[in-house]
């Protein structure tokens, strides 16, 4: 499966935005997608993820309530939705996927197979 991640921009602090990730390919297989992120000079580090179905999802504490991963499986699409940015949310964002039919959710990097390119996400203050 390729994955397109998308809606990156420069946002002042206290704004939103809300990222995607186009999944092409081998679509008709479930996959557990997840979010991560890296900012420069530092390790890639998990954001979000949510099962194949949609009805499990486990956040980063960092993120927890200003973040929400959901899915459109219809449309093969994986949306982060991210307000009351920080500047320390500024990283590139990467979206990941994982076959999976078990309903498990992965928080770590290691666990996804596929990952798309990267959106740039900047947070002035």
């Known amino acids: 499966v390729q994955l397109q991640a998308s809606g990156g921009g420069l946002v002042q602090a206290g704004g939103s935005l809300r990222l995607s990730c186009a999944a092409s390919?081998?679509?008709?297989?479930?996959?557990?997608m997840g979010w991560f992120r890296q900012a420069p000079g530092q390790e890639r580090e998990f954001v979000a993820t949510?099962?194949?179905?949609?009805?499990?999802?486990y956040y980063a504490e960092s993120v927890k309530g200003r973040f929400t991963i959901s899915r459109e499986n219809a449309k093969n699409t994986v949306y982060l939705q991210m307000n009351s940015l920080k500047p320390e949310d500024t990283a590139v964002y990467y979206c990941?996927?994982?076959?999976?039919?078990?309903?498990?959710?992965?928080?770590?990097?290691?666990?996804?197979?596929?990952w798309g390119q990267g959106t740039l996400v900047t947070v002035s203050s």
């Open positions: 390919g081998r679509t008709r297989n479930k996959y557990v």
């Open positions: 990941a996927a994982q076959i999976d039919y078990s309903g498990t959710i992965y928080s770590a990097s290691w666990e996804y197979a596929y």
């Open positions: 949510i099962s194949g179905s949609g009805t499990k999802t």
